[in-house]
């Protein structure tokens, strides 16, 4: 995993989403999500 020299900013509804998919998927948290999304780009 590369080091993300950006932030990454979401809503509280959207960030709200990304936990839910994230608990779906085993994740530990939804950063985890986030660097699995990125890393598919």
Request: net charge negative; hydrophobic share 35%; with cysteine.
């Amino acid at each position: 995993m590369k080091d993300r020299s950006m932030p990454v900013c979401f809503t509280a509804e959207q960030y709200g989403k990304i936990e839910q998919i994230a608990k779906k998927q085993g994740m530990l948290n939804p950063s985890q999500l986030i660097e699995e999304a990125l890393g598919e780009l």
